[in-house]
Nanobody, 122 residues
Framework: EVQLQASGGGLVQTGGSLRLSCAAYGFTFEHHAIAWFRQAPGKEREAVSCISRYDGAVYYSDSVKGRFTISSDNAEKTVYLQMNNLKAEDTARYFC???????????????WGQGTQVTVSS
C-alpha cells in the first residue's frame, strides 16, 4: 500500500517553530522526490520545499527560504520540514507528496498525504 503520512502540525504563535514529518510507505524511497505543499483557504496550492532522494536536490520557495529546512532520514523513510520563525502567512494545510526521482511541478506528484494543519497566531 502506497501511503504518505503527514504529521506535526498544530497551533503556534508568530515566531515559533514546528517540525512536520512525512513518513513514506509502499514505494522505493530512494527513487523519489518528497515535497511539501501548502494551501490556505482561497489561495492556490503552492510548493514549499522539496528534497530528491535520487539526486539530492533541495528546493525552497522564496517565502520560506532561510526559515524552513527540509531533511530526510532514509532509514526511517521520513522527510522532515523544520519550520522556524513562523509567520501568520504560513498558516495553511501542509501536504507531503512524492514524485518520481526529481523535484518538479505539482502535476508530477502521484502520491499525496492527507495533510496536517499549521496555524500561526498573530
Amino acid at each position: 500500500e502506497v501511503q504518505l503520512q503527514a504529521s506535526g502540525g498544530g497551533l503556534v504563535q508568530t515566531g515559533g517553530s514546528l517540525r512536520l514529518s512525512c513518513a513514506a510507505y509502499g514505494f522505493t524511497f530512494e527513487h523519489h522526490a518528497i515535497a511539501w505543499f501548502r494551501q490556505a483557504p482561497g489561495k492556490e496550492r503552492e510548493a514549499v520545499s522539496c528534497i530528491s532522494r535520487y539526486d539530492g536536490a533541495v528546493y525552497y520557495s522564496d517565502s520560506v527560504k532561510g526559515r524552513f529546512t527540509i531533511s530526510s532520514d532514509n532509514a526511517e523513510k521520513t522527510v522532515y520540514l523544520q519550520m522556524n520563525n513562523l509567520k501568520a502567512e504560513d498558516t495553511a494545510r501542509y501536504f507531503c507528496a512524492a514524485a518520481p526521482y526529481y523535484c518538479s511541478g505539482s502535476g508530477n506528484y502521484g502520491y499525496w498525504g492527507q495533510g496536517t494543519q499549521v496555524t500561526v497566531s498573530s
